[in-house]
């Protein structure tokens, strides 16, 4: 292989990381003006609204993980996924437990008002 046929592959690795990126940026930012629209100009219900904004923020986390961490269900990139699937679910399991101890101390310090 010559240098010119590898700077022009390696032009074209570029142009299409780089397409890649606009793309992921075009779609994160949709995906962050659908909420702020909605909130700002519509009058749906906060549970409607809730909603959207929760689909909003998955897709974008997919968003993010494809175009932005380039990661893919690719066989070479399991590896990547399944550690951050990992750390989501610690994440999880933390945030669940402090919020289950603090709603359980709440009704036993509160018994009239447990739910």
């Not at 909605?38 to 749906?44: E, G, K, N, Q, Y």
């Not at 986390?61 to 951050?84: G, M, P, S, W, Y």
């Amino acid at each position: 292989m010559s240098g010119k046929t590898l700077s022009n592959e390696r032009a074209q690795e570029r142009a299409s990381e780089l397409k890649n990126y606009i793309v992921g940026f075009i779609l994160a930012l949709v995906l962050t003006l659908i909420p702020f629209g909605l909130v700002a100009f519509t009058d749906i219900s906060r549970m409607q609204l809730y909603g959207v904004i929760g689909l909003c923020a998955l897709i974008q986390i997919i968003v993010h993980f494809r175009f932005f961490l380039h990661i893919t269900l690719a066989r070479n990139k399991r590896e990547d996924l399944q550690l951050i699937l990992f750390s989501v679910l610690i994440l999880a399991i933390m945030c669940g437990g402090t919020l289950w101890i603090i709603f359980n101390l709440y009704t036993r310090m509160i018994p009239s008002l447990a739910l």
